[in-house]
Each structure stands twice: as structure tokens, then as C-alpha cells.
């Protein structure tokens, strides 16, 4: 970006220098960073580059690391029904409406966070291309799922917008309202609870248009596992054990048969 200012300097000259982006430790979870004092060290925060010290968490009993999950879980479906039932008072719903919809929220559902700015390129209604399908998995009655969306568009981004109006319109056209939920007045308490206490992360923007995507690394260090695109960071941290890769898009140029390869892997 910068060499045509520094054309005859050698690179390790240029003044100019690249900073890899990360998240603060304040992000980790009570449940989690116990977890981590118990067996790594009181003091593991400190130890956070030596590499070694992380071989530890491969010792750490399966049944610990779901117990300190299951905890954020549960306190993050308290948070969405209060949180919700708010919303929906704003929205105009009844009381009777509110608290069936709060009610149905399931700790034991399979539930899956997308929450963050709503632009065009992260396609946050990729998920919406089949509805019908999509309804069929919302609704197994074997394995449920429920879909939590958060996340605001920039005022002047009507294509942001629109997309946010999808996601309320389908719940409602599709009954699924029980199952799809859009968090209004997205801010750094909300995504607290949410990077907490997902069971899948979802991210779909258009490859090579992500910079970082740090609410991914947010959710991983709290144990969640991250259905992504290979963009931003995820490249680097995927290594098949620790979530999935949405691949399908990548041999397409055109933007309608990329999309659909990637909403049909």
C-alpha cells in the first residue's frame, strides 16, 4: 500500500510496519479463565506467548471444558429472554406473545450466533437462501436449533438495513419466530454474553473482503467453535479440529453462483 512512497528503500527500512490484529483477555469468560487457572497457572495470562505453556489445555478433562460452556450457556439464554422480552415490548408485541417466545428459549438447543456489523460484504442472510431448508433444520425435532442474530447497520447503509429486515421478516412469514431472534441495540455488553455462550460462531462475508474478524477469536478463547469462511483470521487458526470451513464459494467468480455454493456446502 505504502511502497510507491518508499520506492528505492529497502523493506526493512520502511517506517511503515504492519500490527496483527487480537482481542484484550478481558474478553474470556469467568467460567473460562477459572478453567485455565486450575491448569495452566494463576498467573497464565502472563505466560501468554510462551507457546508451550498452552500444550496444557490438551490435559484438560472433556467434562470440564462442557460444565464451564454449559454455565455461559445458561446465562446467556437468561440474558436473550430479558433482553428479548424488552425488545419485543418496543416492538409492540403483547405480554402473552413476549412470554411464550421468551419461554421457548432452550439451553439445550444447538444455538448459533451471528453478531456483528451488518454490511453487505459479511452477508449476514447467506444463512436465508433457502428458507424452506433452513426451516426443516430450525425445527428437527431430534437435533433443534435456534439463531441468534445481533448486530446494527450504518445509518446510511440501506442494503445493511434491508438485511436486518430480512431476518425479522422471515421469522415471522416462516413461524419461526421461536427459533430466529434478532438482538436490537447491539453494544459490547450484548456481544459479551453472546461470544460466551454460543454453541457455533457463524461468519459468512465474501472472501478476501474480511480484514480480521476478531469476534471469532472472542468466541474460540471462550471455547466456542467458529463455522467460517477462510477469511480474516480464520485461515491461520483452522486446523480441522476446532471448527468448519465454508469452501464452496471460493471457485466461483460470479457473485450469485459463489453464494449459492457456499449457502449449499
Not at 520506492?7 to 490484529?21: A, C, H, L, Q, S
Not at 480484514?211 to 472472542?218: E, I, V
Not at 468466541?219 to 487458526?237: R, T
Request: charged share 30%; glycine share 4%; aromatic share 10%.
Amino acid at each position: 500500500m505504502w511502497a510507491s512512497l518508499f520506492p528505492k528503500r529497502p523493506v526493512i527500512e520502511i517506517p511503515i510496519d504492519y500490527v496483527t490484529n487480537g482481542v484484550h483477555s478481558s474478553w474470556l469468560s469467568e467460567h473460562f479463565t477459572n478453567l485455565l487457572e486450575r491448569h495452566i497457572g494463576p498467573d497464565f495470562i502472563h505466560w501468554r506467548e510462551d507457546e508451550h505453556i498452552w500444550d496444557k489445555i490438551k490435559d484438560v478433562p472433556d467434562e470440564e471444558i462442557w460444565e464451564a460452556h454449559r454455565k455461559n450457556k445458561h446465562s446467556l439464554m437468561i440474558f436473550i429472554r430479558k433482553k428479548l422480552a424488552e425488545d419485543l415490548s418496543s416492538r409492540g408485541y403483547s405480554v402473552p406473545k413476549i412470554l411464550n417466545l421468551t419461554r421457548l428459549l432452550n439451553p439445550e438447543y444447538l444455538t448459533v450466533v451471528f453478531a456483528r456489523r451488518f454490511a453487505h460484504y459479511k452477508r449476514p442472510t447467506l444463512i436465508l437462501k433457502d428458507n424452506e431448508r433452513l426451516k426443516k433444520i430450525l425445527t428437527d425435532t431430534g437435533k433443534p436449533v435456534q439463531l441468534i442474530f445481533a448486530g446494527k447497520a450504518h445509518p446510511s447503509d440501506k442494503l445493511g438495513k434491508d438485511m436486518i429486515k430480512d431476518i425479522i421478516d422471515f421469522a415471522k412469514d416462516y413461524k419461526v419466530e421461536d427459533r430466529v431472534i434478532f438482538l436490537e441495540n447491539y453494544d459490547m455488553n450484548v456481544a459479551r454474553h453472546l461470544v460466551w455462550g454460543a454453541d457455533v460462531w457463524l461468519n459468512t462475508p465474501i472472501k478476501e473482503n474480511e480484514a480480521s474478524g476478531t469476534s471469532g477469536m472472542k468466541a474460540a478463547m471462550n471455547g466456542v467453535l467458529n463455522l467460517s469462511v477462510l477469511d480474516g483470521w480464520w485461515p491461520e487458526c483452522y486446523n480441522t479440529q476446532n471448527g468448519w470451513a465454508i469452501t464452496a464459494g471460493e471457485f466461483y467468480q460470479h457473485s450469485d453462483l459463489r453464494e449459492a455454493a457456499d449457502a449449499n456446502q
